[in-house]
């Protein structure tokens, strides 16, 4: 739980006897930390701001200090301070930006205390200067447990101090030890190569902020990653300017505390992950999710391809030939960046990716782990040797830092995601690596679902399509057209088949139906009743007494169990079965289970077709019964699946009155006539189910003999 506490509290005057204004900067969402001792002199001497730190250390209150000179509290004579060459002349550092000393300093209650000391001197281009001391030890000890907080080689916080020009001059022990320098190494060594792991991009603003505005800048959050093993700090940073009495900053203090907030951050984009990815059951579209999560909360620039294993279709890859650039390995599958247009990107979405042999990314697709480089080799003597190309985009578009995962799921590999860094000029770390690991994760159980979804749905639509009729034809009976509308839902493709069979004597029986279940078994077992009406039909039976046969049928079938073990039958399903003769001109329909079909008359009126309803096929229950309906020449007849007009959200009433809307007033096409009874009942929401539509205009004895020539119908997809 975190606690608002106090940080560091300095206090400034414009001169003696001028009002004391104090300043606070406050941490946010930290544990408590004691303020460093910290005060700032101007190039005389006289103390310009004056810490809560030194105030605990020494007794003397800011109030009773800021505007007075630094000798006032100096024991130790000044011509002894080594880092004062110069008698009466405080604080002259010659070349040097900060150097240290052991001076004796006069406490409140009347003792003195040694006390070592480092003063970074910060001079502006006009000569004006200043100087932040920070007492770093007490060589003989101090009185109190909260006296001894306040010295800066003890002090949890990492305090630096950076010029007006955003470098680095000095940084405490914590600093350097946080970064994993040497808590004994120089404080003005160290700095220069600390800064290496900030993003200056980041880093730079806030500074200049603080410079600009001469007012503290509070709760910055800094990241820091060492470039040689990726390890990460998160700091909390206040920063508070620098400036001689009267006169312009001269640089920037940054005191800063160790947070978990780069935890909580990862966590959050862990949350968003679960719910932004795998939003479909397309690969290609789960990809996509992936790189758009990575970017730019991770990563700038993050690509992800896929093996061929996964159906994008085309040419398998290990049919292509190889090309200069290496192997065919991959299809991207999607990338985005932090840069307008992808600039970084040597393939587009659906490209095949080459990669040469021996590269990291055959490493991390076959190997035991991920391929993590924070600072990226280009040079001679690497894999980039043998991938020219690849190289100079690197080179160009300032690449630095990269991360290789594979993306596997129940032993499977899929592919790989390349996360990688340009503007950010912070390496990876391995607190990166785990996070983008852990996206990948997810992102592999989404795509293998989307995999093995895609590949059922692609088996069960070539097989439904290959048992739908190829062409529809009435004969001298009806002119036919139909329309056949796959669902996208999870569930899989439905059972829906449409067929017209011709019969002697010039009739045309015409049939719909919709097999209970989806995916590649229903698509099989609407191929199996098809077969058994085409058989039954052949004995031209009444449909009343084809339905009959048609129910015992399937359910023997199911009975049977027909499919291996593990996969379950199919139990049945819904039909009309309706045989029209153009002699008479007397339609004669049966139904099980279906939804019934739509009567338009010539002059473009439409009703529903009230016939006797049955029970679904295959479940043996009862029998069945026909109505005979005599047409005049050039009535309509629309045979229909309940995916037209059933949703989950509409009731299926509505959805009748909406189909016998758009059947009225019918064109004289019937292709034009299915297209816009499609489109009007679609234009809400995509269909929820597979939808079968077969409109038939008929036609007596004597028209249909001339019109019999005419070539025969495909059903439109």
């Given at each position: 739980?975190?606690?608002?506490?106090?940080?560091?509290?300095?206090?400034?005057?414009?001169?003696?006897?001028?009002?004391?204004?104090?300043?606070?900067?406050?941490?946010?969402?930290?544990?408590?930390?004691?303020?460093?001792?910290?005060?700032?002199?101007?190039?005389?001497?006289?103390?310009?701001?004056?810490?809560?730190?030194?105030?605990?250390?020494?007794?003397?209150?800011?109030?009773?200090?800021?505007?007075?000179?630094?000798?006032?509290?100096?024991?130790?004579?000044?011509?002894?301070?080594?880092?004062?060459?110069?008698?009466?002349?405080?604080?002259?550092?010659?070349?040097?930006?900060?150097?240290?000393?052991?001076?004796?300093?006069?406490?409140?209650?009347?003792?003195?205390?040694?006390?070592?000391?480092?003063?970074?001197?910060?001079?502006?281009?006009?000569?004006?200067?200043?100087?932040?001391?920070?007492?770093?030890?007490?060589?003989?000890?101090?009185?109190?447990?909260?006296?001894?907080?306040?010295?800066?080689?003890?002090?949890?916080?990492?305090?630096a101090v950076w010029d007006a020009g955003t470098r680095p001059l000095w940084s405490n022990r914590t600093c350097r030890e946080v970064v994993g320098r040497s808590g004994t190494e120089a404080p003005t060594r160290s700095p220069r190569r600390v800064v290496r792991g900030f993003d200056r991009t980041v880093v730079e603003p806030v500074i200049r902020q603080a410079l600009t505005s001469r007012e503290p800048v509070g709760d910055h959050v800094l990241r820091w990653v060492s470039p040689e093993h990726g390890r990460e700090v998160v700091f909390s940073s206040c920063l508070f300017p620098l400036a001689p009495r009267g006169g312009d900053?001269?640089?920037?203090?940054?005191?800063?505390?160790?947070?978990?907030?780069?935890?909580?951050?990862?966590?959050?984009?862990?949350?968003?992950?679960?719910?932004?990815?795998?939003?479909?059951?397309?690969?290609?579209?789960?990809?996509?999710?992936?790189?758009?999560?990575?970017?730019?909360?991770?990563?700038?620039?993050?690509?992800?391809?896929?093996?061929?294993?996964?159906?994008?279709?085309?040419?398998?890859?290990?049919?292509?030939?190889?090309?200069?650039?290496?192997?065919?390995?991959?299809?991207?599958?999607?990338?985005?960046?932090?840069?307008?247009?992808?600039?970084?990107?040597?393939?587009?979405?659906?490209?095949?990716?080459?990669?040469?042999?021996?590269?990291?990314?055959?490493?991390?697709?076959?190997?035991?782990?991920?391929?993590?480089?924070?600072?990226?080799?280009?040079?001679?003597?690497?894999?980039?040797?043998?991938?020219?190309?690849?190289?100079?985009?690197?080179?160009?578009?300032?690449?630095?830092?990269?991360?290789?995962?594979?993306?596997?799921?129940?032993?499977?590999?899929?592919?790989?995601?390349?996360?990688?860094?340009?503007?950010?000029?912070?390496?990876?770390?391995?607190?990166?690596?785990?996070?983008?690991?852990?996206?990948?994760?997810?992102?592999?159980?989404?795509?293998?679902?989307?995999?093995?979804?895609?590949?059922?749905?692609?088996?069960?639509?070539?097989?439904?399509?290959?048992?739908?009729?190829?062409?529809?034809?009435?004969?001298?009976?009806?002119?036919?057209?139909?329309?056949?509308?796959?669902?996208?839902?999870?569930?899989?493709?439905?059972?829906?088949?449409?067929?017209?069979?011709?019969?002697?004597?010039?009739?045309?029986?015409?049939?719909?139906?919709?097999?209970?279940?989806?995916?590649?078994?229903?698509?099989?077992?609407?191929?199996?009743?098809?077969?058994?009406?085409?058989?039954?039909?052949?004995?031209?039976?009444?449909?009343?007494?084809?339905?009959?046969?048609?129910?015992?049928?399937?359910?023997?079938?199911?009975?049977?169990?027909?499919?291996?073990?593990?996969?379950?039958?199919?139990?049945?399903?819904?039909?009309?079965?309706?045989?029209?003769?153009?002699?008479?001109?007397?339609?004669?329909?049966?139904?099980?289970?279906?939804?019934?079909?739509?009567?338009?008359?010539?002059?473009?009126?439409?009703?529903?077709?009230?016939?006797?309803?049955?029970?679904?096929?295959?479940?043996?229950?009862?029998?069945?019964?026909?109505?005979?309906?005599?047409?005049?020449?050039?009535?309509?007849?629309?045979?229909?699946?309940?995916?037209?007009?059933?949703?989950?959200?509409?009731?299926?009433?509505?959805?009748?009155?909406?189909?016998?809307?758009?059947?009225?007033?019918?064109?004289?096409?019937?292709?034009?006539?299915?297209?816009?009874?499609?489109?009007?009942?679609?234009?809400?929401?995509?269909?929820?189910?597979?939808?079968?539509?077969?409109?038939?205009?008929?036609?007596?004895?004597?028209?249909?003999?001339?019109?019999?020539?005419?070539?025969?119908?495909?059903?439109?997809?």
């Open positions: 739980m975190g606690v608002t506490t106090e940080g560091i509290r300095m206090s400034r005057r414009a001169g003696a006897d001028s009002d004391t204004k104090r300043m606070s900067i406050r941490f946010a969402d930290v544990p408590e930390a004691p303020a460093p001792a910290l005060a700032l002199l101007g190039s005389d001497g006289t103390i310009l701001e004056w810490g809560e730190g030194c105030r605990r250390l020494l007794g003397h209150r800011a109030e009773d200090v800021v505007g007075l000179s630094a000798r006032r509290l100096l024991e130790t004579p000044v011509e002894a301070v080594r880092w004062s060459p110069a008698p009466g002349a405080m604080g002259q550092l010659g070349g040097r930006h900060a150097t240290s000393a052991v001076v004796k300093v006069r406490h409140r209650d009347g003792g003195s205390l040694r006390l070592t000391v480092e003063v970074i001197a910060l001079t502006g281009a006009d000569g004006e200067s200043c100087r932040l001391v920070a007492v770093t030890e007490a060589p003989d000890g101090v009185r109190t447990a909260e006296a001894e907080a306040a010295l800066l080689d003890r002090s949890p916080l990492a305090v900053p001269l640089g920037v203090c940054t005191v800063s505390l160790i947070t978990k907030s780069g935890q909580r951050e990862r966590l959050a984009l862990l949350g968003r992950a679960a719910n932004q990815i795998g939003t479909t059951l397309d690969v290609m579209t789960t990809a996509q999710e992936l790189a758009d999560m990575a970017v730019p909360a991770l990563a700038d620039y993050v690509t992800v391809d896929l093996v061929d294993t996964v159906p994008l279709g085309g040419e398998p890859l290990k049919r292509m030939p190889e090309a200069p650039s290496g192997i065919p390995v991959f299809r991207r599958a999607g990338q985005s960046s932090v840069h307008e247009g992808v600039p970084e990107a040597a393939f587009l979405v659906g490209d095949v990716v080459y990669v040469p042999p021996g590269s990291p990314f055959l490493t991390a697709l076959y190997g035991d782990q991920s391929y993590f480089e924070p600072t990226m080799e280009t040079g001679p003597g690497t894999w980039l040797d043998r991938d020219p190309q690849r190289r100079l985009l690197i080179h160009n578009t300032g690449m630095h830092s990269v991360m290789m995962i594979a993306l596997r799921a129940r032993g499977t590999i899929l592919g790989i995601a390349v996360f990688t860094r340009t503007d950010n000029a912070v390496p990876f770390s391995r607190d990166d690596l785990l996070l983008a690991e852990e996206l990948c994760v997810q992102a592999a159980l989404s795509l293998d679902n989307a995999r093995r979804y895609t590949r059922e749905r692609a088996a069960a639509l070539a097989l439904q399509r290959s048992l739908l009729p190829q062409e529809l034809s009435g004969g001298a009976a009806a002119d036919l057209a139909g329309r056949y509308l796959p669902s996208d839902r999870h569930e899989g493709v439905g059972g829906d088949w449409m067929d017209a069979i011709g019969l002697p004597g010039g009739r045309i029986a015409l049939v719909i139906g919709d097999v209970i279940g989806h995916g590649i078994n229903a698509a099989a077992a609407m191929g199996r009743m098809r077969t058994a009406v085409h058989t039954l039909a052949a004995l031209d039976q009444h449909p009343a007494e084809l339905l009959d046969h048609l129910d015992k049928v399937t359910a023997q079938l199911a009975e049977r169990g027909t499919w291996s073990p593990g996969y379950s039958s199919i139990a049945g399903g819904s039909c009309v079965y309706a045989v029209y003769d153009p002699a008479t001109r007397i339609c004669t329909l049966a139904r099980a289970g279906h939804p019934p079909p739509m009567l338009v008359t010539p002059d473009g009126h439409a009703t529903i077709a009230e016939t006797p309803v049955g029970p679904p096929v295959g479940i043996g229950a009862g029998r069945y019964e026909s109505v005979d309906l005599e047409l005049p020449e050039g009535s309509l007849l629309a045979f229909f699946t309940d995916g037209l007009v059933e949703s989950r959200h509409g009731d299926i009433d509505a959805g009748l009155e909406r189909l016998l809307t758009a059947l009225e007033r019918p064109p004289a096409s019937l292709d034009d006539l299915c297209a816009r009874v499609i489109s009007r009942m679609t234009t809400d929401a995509p269909p929820e189910d597979d939808i079968a539509l077969l409109v038939a205009r008929t036609r007596t004895g004597d028209s249909g003999r001339a019109a019999a020539r005419r070539g025969h119908r495909r059903p439109a997809a």
